[in-house]
């Protein structure tokens, strides 16, 4: 079993429409959890972190599940620009804060 | 502006070379880096972790003969594929850590290295 598990994708969607992703993990000692985003051939970057109490910011909402060890990321009204892969990010409970990534999850919107 | 810079952004080698490949935090002192690699369409995997100073720290699978890693100041890493191979070719990046609000830490990431071997 892979340590951060994602929806496969990849996700069509029209500009507007709301898109829901998931990930859960397998060490329930994980500390740390978070939302990257990666434009094709291009290097990570965060979209957010997650928090037990769930967080939003502006149209992006993430929410953390312990007991579950699941992960979701919500996107509502979706643009353009919001065509990418998104990959859910895992901080180990070991030192260094080592990161363990799924494998990503496409989403492409259309007009 | 960006935190981290990679050197170079792209390189071609033949089979049998040794390639560098620079990772430099701007804007604070790391004490710690990270080097991952990508193969297309699959996720990152972390390689090793790269301490200022020591020894670095590699990964189960990887290499460390292969994959020769120098962490000689807070703001330089440095990853030598030795002897590059066709199946080498692929996605480096490196990442430095910070510590941010509530504690956690973000990582910032290098614009990456694409290395192909001929």
């Known amino acids: 079993r892979k340590e951060v598990e994602q929806d496969p994708g990849p996700f069509n969607v029209p500009e507007g429409a709301t898109v829901a992703f998931n990930c859960t993990y397998s060490?329930?000692?994980?500390?740390?959890f978070f939302w990257y985003r990666q434009d094709c051939r291009k290097e990570p970057k965060l979209l957010m972190s997650v928090y037990s109490s769930g967080n939003e910011d502006g149209r992006f909402t993430a929410q953390l599940n312990r007991a579950s060890q699941y992960i979701s990321l919500l996107i509502r009204d979706s643009k353009l620009s919001d065509s990418a892969t998104y990959l859910c990010v895992v901080g180990s409970s070991g030192g260094y804060n080592k990161l363990i990534f799924g494998a990503g999850t496409r989403l492409a919107v259309h007009p | 502006g960006a935190v981290v810079s990679q050197h170079p952004s792209r390189v071609i080698c033949k089979s049998g070379t040794s390639v560098k490949i620079e990772c430099r935090s701007l804007?604070?002192?790391?004490?710690?880096m990270f080097w991952y690699r990508q193969f297309p369409k699959q996720s990152l995997m972390l390689m090793a972790t790269s301490n200022e100073g020591s020894k670095a720290t590699y990964e189960q699978g990887v290499e460390k003969d292969k994959f020769l890693i120098n962490h000689a100041s807070l703001t330089l890493s440095t990853l030598t594929v030795t002897s590059a191979h066709p199946e080498d070719s692929s996605f480096y990046i490196c990442?430095?850590?910070?510590?941010?609000?509530?504690?956690?830490?973000?990582?910032?990431f290098g614009p990456g290295t694409r290395l192909t071997v001929l």
């Open positions: 990442s430095v850590t910070s510590i941010r609000d509530r504690g956690l830490d973000e990582q910032f």
């Open positions: 060490n329930s000692a994980s500390q740390s």
């Open positions: 804007d604070f002192q790391a004490t710690t």
